[in-house]
């Protein structure tokens, strides 16, 4: 029979804020909890549940609570009876009386390694209460199949990564265990997930957490080290105006740099040439149009009889002689139309 409960804890599970039995109230209040730690020797070693598997009220620190705390129980009248929720002024809860959910363990952190008995029960207390395909298994089995992990190293929260994932970072393969599922077969999925993350001598491999950290270290070291080698070589490095090396290089730069604009001043006088070279062609086909032009414009006068006036020269003549003398090389095609056209004998009268 349990003591009256005292008001200073949980009222269920007589579980003080602390995570440990209550002295006042607890079943196991009348030993110490040094003492409840401590195998009592009637009841199954590693579990400490005894023959009727039943938490041993002497020994097993949650003794207090239910041996199924994820049990659906009877409809307790003061919440929702479809949700068993509670809703009042203070807002929605689920109700410590009849929700399974409703009175959760103490909790456990996650990143930290349980030590001890007592603390890995609770850290699978906890395990149990976040992964509802764990509860089956109940904290008591869960500890025993955990225990090798947890005194290698091992967090809860590498645990549930295991448990998801090969030590290659692949998914785990084969099916999930419902929360309905046979306590049996939730033991049988946990012993086959974490075989993976054996080694040769059938001892768990450093947990993900250790791998992070030992890689963030190397990170580190390497990173150290390179700076600690900058730093020597700056210390031991000779000044740019006594270094042999850095004078070869300034003079192999000049030397480039000269190469360079002799190759752009050779270009540029080629492109030159070229040019020149163009002009002069296009001035010498010029020359001879115009001397070419000028002995067309040149009449063939004939020696008129004598006792007759020769005719003044057409007008056109002069504009194309104009033309021909003047400093610019073109000459338009009216000027020559004009020239032809004067040059032209004039038509004869028709007879009549």
């Known amino acids: 029979m349990s003591s009256p409960w005292c008001g200073a804890c949980d009222p269920h599970s007589r579980i003080d804020p602390e995570g440990q039995p209550c002295a006042a109230c607890h079943p196991s209040a009348a030993v110490s909890v040094e003492e409840a730690r401590r195998w009592c020797g009637e009841c199954h070693r590693r579990t400490r549940l005894t023959a009727d598997g039943r938490r041993c009220q002497r020994c097993n620190p949650l003794a207090g609570r239910d041996d199924d705390p994820y049990r659906r129980r009877a409809w307790c009248g003061r919440c929702d009876k479809r949700?068993?929720?509670?809703?009042?002024?203070?807002?929605?809860?689920?109700?410590r009386a009849c929700h399974p959910l409703g009175r959760p363990p103490a909790q456990w952190p996650m990143h930290d390694v349980p030590d001890g008995y007592t603390e890995q029960l609770m850290a699978c207390e906890w395990l149990c209460y976040v992964s509802p395909t764990l509860r089956r298994a109940g904290s008591d089995r869960l500890r025993v199949l955990l225990q090798l992990w947890f005194e290698a190293g091992w967090t809860p929260r590498d645990v549930l990564y295991a448990l998801d994932h090969l030590p290659t970072g692949e998914t785990q393969p084969g099916e999930i265990p419902t929360a309905a599922a046979d306590p049996r077969t939730t033991e049988a999925y946990v012993k086959r997930r974490l075989?993976?993350?054996?080694?040769?001598?059938?001892?768990?491999?450093p947990p993900v957490n250790r791998q992070i950290a030992d890689n963030r270290?190397?990170?580190?070291?390497?990173q150290e080290a390179a700076r600690e080698e900058w730093l020597r070589r700056s210390r031991v490095a000779v000044p740019p105006t006594l270094s042999r090396g850095a004078a070869q290089a300034r003079q192999v730069a000049r030397d480039a740099a000269e190469r360079n604009r002799r190759r752009r001043r050779a270009a540029d006088d080629r492109e030159l040439l070229r040019r020149g070279e163009e002009l002069a062609a296009g001035q010498e086909v010029s020359a001879r149009w115009r001397e070419l032009l000028a002995r067309e414009a040149q009449p063939h006068v004939e020696e008129p009889p004598p006792g007759v006036v020769p005719p003044a020269p057409p007008a056109g003549n002069d504009r194309l002689r104009a033309a021909l003398s003047a400093p610019t090389q073109m000459i338009s095609l009216s000027t020559l139309g004009e020239s032809l056209r004067g040059r032209r004998p004039s038509p004869s009268p028709r007879p009549r």
């Open 83 to 95: 949700d068993r929720m509670v809703r009042d002024t203070d807002g929605v809860r689920k109700c």
């Open 195 to 205: 075989r993976g993350w054996l080694d040769g001598d059938d001892g768990p491999l």
């Open 217 to 222: 270290r190397k990170v580190v070291a390497a």
